[in-house]
DNA sequence: CGCGACGTTGATTTGCCTCAACGATTGTGG
DNA sequence: CCACAATCGTTGAGGCAAATCAACGTCGCG
């Protein structure tokens, strides 16, 4: 268990000893997820944090009318957890659901706890990884209140390219927050014009 | 200079020894703000954390045509940097300008790291902050897509009472994404129910 | 006092949604 | 290996939430 697209993607952050690694891997265990099938089902809480080896997933909520949104995508070497159930052990109103068949790297919340005081490096990574997670959800925000849909649409296939050909557009819409009917409409009037 | 409301905070959170207060309180400056005065300047870098002892801030970007867009308030015992421009020391596209004359603690990017080194505590003060203020900015997107404006405005003035009596309703309008005059009739609507 | 920020109201417009219908594609069980 | 269901993308007609533009009264402040 040497676990290399984890430790690509940790030591590009910084680098780790061998017996570091060792201690580290002993924590994740792989699973093989199904499209369709969940990480972390709404009402339940989301007591582990999944690095994704390969595969694609969604994080969504759903509203009063049962309409879903997507938070965030997850694509191979990214991390996804429902953050704010995580740290304070309540039920998640979120869901994590695999878009394509994927392969994750699962780390229980204790386990993950013990590594962060055994490995202090870890608690720096995972601070620049939520500062990270927080821009980017910073950036839709004002994104949000200042484009239109176009726009939006736009600068997603501009910062995603390696999402647009892989997610169903509907999936794309859910996250741009608009409905597919008008997603559809907008790739047209690209087309046309 | 004790900093009382800042230790206060902190040992909210976690307890501190005289000493560590003391190296802790030596690297902050306190700073007076009057109303309109500007923490961060769009295009400057954020070199500087703060924390607001009393009064009242906000946080907002500028779109393409000319319309302010308010990220987040912050009043007393609240932190507010751009922390996507303070990480990455490149120019922000924000603003922080103080909404009523306030007093704050600053303290520098380069003061802050060698705390993070000297006193490990405050890595997890900063990043439980983070992570709380990731929460609010997902919370703030699943509400965008899923409510109805009258519906956000309702949250807020459950979620901030503290601000609600504080804000002139341009700067909630600006928050909640929609304009002025909208947010005029909501309240107008609410009123008449 | 007079100016500028603020809140309100009304008329009109528009971006996006809703609902409905229809082909194309995928995938799955018999 | 085919048949059928399910998912996906598209198009169109009609509707609604919120924006835009314009006007006006109020208040606090220099």
């Not at 484009?147 to 649409?153: D, F, K, L, N, V």
């Not at 910062?159 to 892989?166: D, E, I, M, S, T």
């Amino acid at each position: 268990m040497s676990f290399p697209a984890l430790f690509s993607y940790l030591e590009s952050i910084m680098p780790f000893s061998d017996s570091e690694r060792e201690v580290i891997a002993s924590k994740f265990s792989p699973l093989e997820i199904k499209r369709k099938h969940k990480l972390l089902i709404s009402g339940k809480v989301c007591n582990a944090y999944f690095f994704v080896v390969s595969g694609c997933f969604r994080m969504y909520g759903v509203d009063d009318k049962g309409y879903e949104h997507n938070i965030q995508f997850a694509a191979d070497r990214d991390w996804i957890a429902d953050i704010g159930s995580f740290y304070s052990q309540k039920p998640s109103q979120l869901n994590i659901e695999a878009l394509e068949s994927s392969l994750v790297l699962r780390i229980a919340q204790s386990d993950l706890y013990e590594l962060f005081s055994s490995q202090p490096k870890l608690n720096r990574i995972f601070k620049i990884m939520i500062e990270n997670k927080y821009i980017e959800l910073q950036n839709r925000v004002l994104q949000n209140f200042s484009s239109t849909a176009e726009e939006r649409y736009l600068a997603f296939l501009e910062h995603y390219p390696h999402l647009k050909n892989r997610l169903p557009n509907t999936q794309i819409a859910s996250y741009l927050g608009i409905t597919p009917e008008f997603l559809s409409k907008i790739r047209k009037d690209l087309r046309d014009s």
